[in-house]
């Protein structure tokens, strides 16, 4: 079975500082994706980052970049700059080989950006 | 733009009543995909659909149905609705291996 476990119910930052989300993963396929989206308070879930297991580089995508290190079967999420509007709930998952794509979830973290 | 759209954001229904939660996407998407999101617990799949009138259970689909009667539409069903169904639930579709999921707006169901 797959499992995503995201340990920080809650972080506070300043504004422009970068901040690391935490997740760790647990799966026994040999292939699987990892995802991060994004729920603002209006409840939309919005894809922020995609990183595959046999990908050679961490994924970037702009000031998003996704920490990977297989070994320790972890996925943090890294946004540098934070801005006001980065407050949200923040969710990783995880995808496997089997199961018409669908997606196990962690239990999200609440990220507050203060000014 | 890829469009995911579910029936209602708010609903409010009573214990007992037979509850349909709608769900179209345009992007001419297989798969779709009905979570429920609890805080504390993440999103939980409840059921899912590959195909046309093709569905599976996910983690948790005790107390609900569905229907997928075209590639476009997937319909959760609360057939009793109960208190412990209050909750937010959010519909999403897929098309390929290694794409993102889609999500709709969510819809936020309180049974009273």
């Known amino acids: 079975a797959q499992k995503i476990t995201q340990t920080q119910p809650g972080m506070f930052v300043q504004e422009k500082e970068a901040v690391t989300l935490d997740c760790t993963y647990d799966t026994s396929d040999p292939s699987y994706g990892l995802f991060w989206y994004k729920q603002p308070s209006s409840g939309e879930m919005i894809f922020l980052i995609y990183q595959g297991s046999y990908d050679q580089q961490n994924a970037t995508e702009g000031r998003y970049s996704l920490n990977f290190q297989k070994a320790r079967k972890s996925a943090n999420l890294v946004i540098s700059a934070s801005q006001l509007g980065d407050s949200a709930m923040y969710f990783c998952?995880?995808?496997?080989?089997?199961?018409?794509?669908?997606?196990?979830f962690g239990q999200g973290t609440r990220l507050t950006i203060n000014p | 733009d890829v469009k995911v759209t579910q029936s209602s954001r708010y609903l409010v229904k009573r214990t007992g009543e037979k509850v349909f939660l709608e769900c179209v996407q345009d992007?001419?998407?297989?798969?779709m995909f009905w979570y429920r999101q609890d805080p504390g617990l993440g999103l939980r799949l409840i059921y899912f659909?590959?195909?046309?009138?093709?569905?599976e259970k996910g983690d948790i689909p005790e107390g609900y149905s569905v229907s997928r009667e075209k590639k476009e539409r997937f319909s959760l069903i609360l057939e009793s609705a109960s208190t412990n169904q209050t909750s937010m639930y959010l519909c999403a579709s897929i098309q390929g291996t290694y794409n993102e999921q889609f999500f709709g707006p969510g819809t936020r169901l309180t049974v009273l």
């Open positions: 659909s590959y195909d046309v009138k093709m569905k």
């Open positions: 992007m001419d998407h297989e798969n």
């Open positions: 998952a995880m995808r496997g080989v089997q199961g018409a794509q669908k997606l196990v």
